[in-house]
T-cell receptor
Framework: GAGVSQTPSNKVTEKGKYVELRCDPI?????LYWYRQSLGQGPEFLIY????????DSGLPNDRFFAVRPEGSVSTLKIQRTERGDSAVYLC??????????????FGQGTRLTVV | AQSVTQLDSQVPVFEEAPVELRCNYS??????LFWYVQYPNQGLQLLLK??????LVKGINGFEAEFNKSQTSFHLRKPSVHISDTAEYFC???????????FGKGTKLTVNP
C-alpha cells in the first residue's frame, strides 16, 4: 500500500476483554514501531521490531501487552485483560531500515482504543 | 532518561503572522531532534529533523527550526502562517544509537483568519 495501514481505526471493548490491533507497514520496510498516545500527551514508545524480532520492547507497560511480527511484515499488538487506563490511540510506524541509520519513520493514522 | 518539554500547549495566531513553537530537551551526549505535525484525523508527518551539521534546519511547508546546544532548545518557526497550518505539533528527540523517539506533549497551533 501507499502508507502504513492500521486496523481497526476504532475499537471499543469491555474491561477485561482481549484485543488485537493490526499494523500493515509500507512494503519493504524492515523496521516497525508501536507507540501509544494517551489524551493530551505525546506518543510514547512501546516496542520496535527489526524484521521478525522485537529488538527493543522496553516501552511495553506490563505483561498484558504483547506484540508479534511473525513474517517480518504485518504486526499485531495484543492486549490481554484490558483496563480503562489502556484507552488511547495506538500508533504504528515503519521505516526502510533502522532510523538510527537516518531513515524516516512513517506513521499510520492509529487505532483509537476505548475500554468501557 | 530523555525528556522533551513543549512550553506552550496551545498557540493561537492570526493568518500571515509569524509563529514560534518552543521545545526544550534534556541534555545528552548526542541527540537527534525532530518536529512532527499531526493534522486532524491524520497520522504524524515529519516536518524537519536535525541530525548534524548546520544548526538551522529547513523543513516542509516553510517551517524551520534552530538547534541550540547551549540552551538545549529546538524551537520551530514560520515567518507567515496559513489557515492550513492549524494542527498539533510535536517535538521529539532520539538518543544516538537508539531507535526510540521521545515526544513532547504537543502544541496545538490554531491559525485564525
Amino acid at each position: 500500500g501507499a502508507g502504513v495501514s492500521q486496523t481497526p481505526s476504532n475499537k471499543v471493548t469491555e474491561k477485561g476483554k482481549y484485543v488485537e490491533l493490526r499494523c500493515d507497514p509500507i512494503s519493504g520496510h524492515t523496521a516497525l514501531y508501536w507507540y501509544r498516545q494517551s489524551l493530551g500527551q505525546g506518543p510514547e514508545f512501546l516496542i520496535y521490531f527489526q524484521g521478525t524480532g522485537a529488538a527493543d520492547d522496553s516501552g511495553l507497560p506490563n505483561d498484558r501487552f504483547f506484540a508479534v511480527r511473525p513474517e517480518g511484515s504485518v504486526s499485531t499488538l495484543k492486549i490481554q485483560r484490558t483496563e480503562r487506563g489502556d484507552s488511547a490511540v495506538y500508533l504504528c510506524a515503519s521505516s526502510l531500515t533502522r532510523t538510527s541509520m537516518n531513515t524516516e519513520a512513517f506513521f499510520g493514522q492509529g487505532t483509537r482504543l476505548t475500554v468501557v | 532518561a530523555q525528556s522533551v518539554t513543549q512550553l506552550d500547549s496551545q498557540v493561537p495566531v492570526f493568518e500571515e503572522a509569524p509563529v514560534e513553537l518552543r521545545c526544550n530537551y534534556s541534555s545528552s551526549v548526542s541527540v537527534y531532534l525532530f518536529w512532527y505535525v499531526q493534522y486532524p484525523n491524520q497520522g504524524l508527518q515529519l516536518l524537519l529533523k536535525y541530525l548534524s551539521g548546520s544548526t538551522l534546519v529547513k523543513g516542509i511547508n516553510g517551517f524551520e527550526a534552530e538547534f541550540n546546544k547551549s540552551q538545549t532548545s529546538f524551537h520551530l518557526r514560520k515567518p507567515s502562517v496559513h489557515i492550513s497550518d492549524t494542527a498539533e505539533y510535536f517535538c521529539a528527540v532520539r538518543k544516538g544509537g537508539s531507535e526510540k523517539l521521545v515526544f513532547g506533549k504537543g502544541t496545538k497551533l490554531t491559525v485564525n483568519p
